[in-house]
């Protein structure tokens, strides 16, 4: 049953099927969504929107936000208890995130409450140790490059919301943009998304409009907050105005297409692609701070750059010792002093048995150790993803 109502009564669960203004008119990316939230009330009266039509039959008005139960009994954790759950976790996510692909692919409609459930395990998880999972983004699957990709920005986003100490609502918003930003991809040839493909000028123009296409798939789904459709649109936005597909600016891009933009960033270099190379983390950090102001917000890259340290996990670096490691984990708040496994001794001659140092440790002997530079792991040998994929703290 749909009924016309006035704004002022609208109840957060309540469906809107239509808004009675222009599409232009309001602040919204459709015209048909559930209110999640008494904010989205609130642009609706600020709009001066003063009817909307309600169908009773898809409201919830009595709704149950679905992080908000898991999170208020959860307490911190260390690594070494929390690396094995990551672990479910992003196999779960793994096998979910390729079955919502192939859905779309062929036009079936996406699970959401599934998804939902998937993103209130990942919170749960980042809130008990966020270096946790978000270590396992670092385990890139080539073949199968936009489902990893997808996985790995949800992480990043939820680890820069935790950051800046988003509300739970606000949290599942954001994890749902993450998981979903590219699923417009799936409207192109699977040869365009080839790591060995190198796209024509006409086909990337083609490929800009990914964006679009994803809000056109995730319109007609329930259960897609306006902050995730805003981060699913805005994800290739510039700071400068230079992105697209709206070439949007400053604070026009909002804070969740703010995060998600450097997220997608950091995980689109530091994976390999036809043009180039996987870059190191260590440099994709350095490229995100030269494009701050530019690209993106300097108050979020500052906060990217928080959760992630200046080396971020998975870094192969050298001491002043002379020592080589793998950054394992990034220590709250100390973006230069992480936890690193010494892989070789002050001569170059690795260690038959790996030591975990902290670098944060207040003992003389860790106090005089720093970290010089980064090193590039594959003119070494070194596969750090192994030790990664094994290490449990």
């Given at each position: 049953?749909?009924d ?7 109840k957060?669960?309540m469906y809107?099927?239509?808004?009675d ?6 602040p ?6 559930m ?5 989205e009330?609130?642009?609706?009266n600020e709009?001066k929107?003063?009817?909307?039509h309600v169908d009773?039959?898809k409201?919830?008005?009595e709704?149950k936000t ?8 959860i ?7 929390e ?33 939902q459930?998937l993103v209130?395990?990942m919170?749960g998880?980042i809130?008990r140790n966020?270096?946790?999972l978000?270590s396992?983004?670092?385990?890139k699957?080539y073949?199968n490059?936009?489902?990893y ?12 919301g935790?950051?800046?100490n988003?509300d739970?609502?606000?949290?599942a ?5 993450g ?19 190198r796209?024509t000028k006409k086909e990337v ?6 964006p679009?296409?994803?809000v ?13 459709m ?6 290739h936005e510039?700071?400068n ?10 604070k ?7 995060i998600i933009g450097?997220?997608?960033f950091?995980?689109?270099?530091t ?10 983390p260590s ?7 030269q ?14 750059v ?14 002043n010792?002379k020592?080589?490691g793998?950054?394992?984990?990034i220590?709250?708040g100390e973006?230069?002093?992480p ?7 002050a ?6 048995e ?7 440790n207040?003992?003389?002997e860790f ?6 530079r ?20």
């Amino acid at each position: 049953m749909i009924d016309k109502v006035k704004t002022a009564d609208l109840k957060v669960g309540m469906y809107i099927h239509q808004i009675d203004t222009s599409w232009f008119k309001h602040p919204f990316l459709v015209n048909h969504f559930m209110i999640r939230s008494e904010k989205e009330i609130k642009k609706l009266n600020e709009a001066k929107i003063e009817w909307v039509h309600v169908d009773f039959e898809k409201s919830i008005l009595e709704p149950k936000t679905t992080l908000e139960p898991k999170i208020q009994k959860i307490k911190p954790v260390p690594f070494v208890q929390e690396i094995e759950k990551s672990r479910q976790i992003y196999n779960k996510a793994e096998q979910q995130v390729h079955d919502l692909m192939e859905e779309a692919r062929c036009g079936e409609k996406i699970d959401i409450p599934q998804l939902q459930e998937l993103v209130g395990d990942m919170y749960g998880s980042i809130l008990r140790n966020s270096n946790a999972l978000v270590s396992l983004s670092r385990l890139k699957n080539y073949s199968n490059g936009i489902y990893y990709h997808s996985i790995n920005v949800c992480l990043l986003c939820l680890a820069v919301g935790q950051k800046i100490n988003l509300d739970p609502e606000e949290m599942a918003s954001m994890g749902m943009g993450g998981l979903l930003h590219d699923i417009g991809l799936v409207k192109f040839p699977a040869h365009l998304l080839a790591i060995d493909y190198r796209p024509t000028k006409k086909e990337v123009e083609a490929l800009k409009q990914h964006p679009r296409e994803s809000v056109q798939i995730l319109e007609n789904s329930e259960g897609i907050t306006d902050d995730a459709m805003a981060m699913v649109l805005n994800h290739h936005e510039k700071y400068n105005g230079g992105g697209y597909p709206q070439g949007l600016s400053g604070k026009n891009i909002g804070t969740f297409g703010f995060i998600i933009g450097i997220a997608d960033f950091y995980d689109h270099i530091t994976g390999k692609h036809h043009n180039h190379e996987a870059t190191l983390p260590s440099e994709a950090i350095k490229m995100i701070l030269q494009r701050s102001q530019t690209h993106f917000s300097p108050l979020y890259v500052a906060k990217f750059v928080e959760c992630l340290g200046i080396y971020p996990i998975g870094s192969l670096i050298e001491l002043n010792t002379k020592e080589i490691g793998i950054v394992m984990e990034i220590i709250q708040g100390e973006v230069v002093r992480p936890r690193v496994l010494l892989l070789t001794d002050a001569h170059g001659s690795p260690l038959k048995e790996k030591i975990l140092i902290d670098l944060m440790n207040p003992a003389a002997e860790f106090q005089q150790k720093k970290i010089i530079r980064p090193l590039n792991p594959n003119s070494l040998g070194i596969d750090t993803e192994k030790y990664l994929s094994c290490y449990k703290g």
